[in-house]
């Protein structure tokens, strides 16, 4: 679980200057930074949400099982770590 040094007990935060927001407009969260916006799927937001620069991805994927409880928490969990790693490659959040 650590393809781009994500483990179980990284703490995530988004990158300095970027904030996450919801738009009403838009119906969706979107990810704001100095030169424009990357809106997001649901799922998206509902992870970024949780990136508080405090908890560890463990603590975020036992939030968002609690949340969605109906999902598989397996799924859930590799969903989690695999958007991370990607929102990391996209320069989006960075880790402890």
């Known amino acids: 679980m650590s393809t781009a ?3 179980g007990t990284s ?3 988004l990158r300095p200057g970027w904030r996450l927001q919801w738009e009403q407009a838009q119906g969706r969260h979107v990810l704001l930074y100095p030169e424009g916006m ?3 799927n649901d799922s998206a937001g509902a992870i970024l949400g949780e990136l508080d620069g405090k908890r ?3 603590a975020v994927i036992a939030t968002l099982q609690a949340r969605y ?3 598989p928490a397996a799924a ?5 770590h695999d958007f991370l790693v990607d929102a990391e490659q996209q320069g989006w ?3 402890d």
């Not at 859930?76 to 989690?80: L, S, T």
Request: hydrophobic share 45%.
């Open 5 to 7: 040094g994500i483990q």
């Open 11 to 13: 703490v995530c935060r």
């Open 38 to 40: 990357v809106q997001l």
């Open 56 to 58: 560890d991805v463990d």
């Open 69 to 71: 409880p109906e999902a």
């Open 76 to 80: 859930i969990a590799e969903d989690v």
């Open 93 to 95: 959040i960075h880790h």
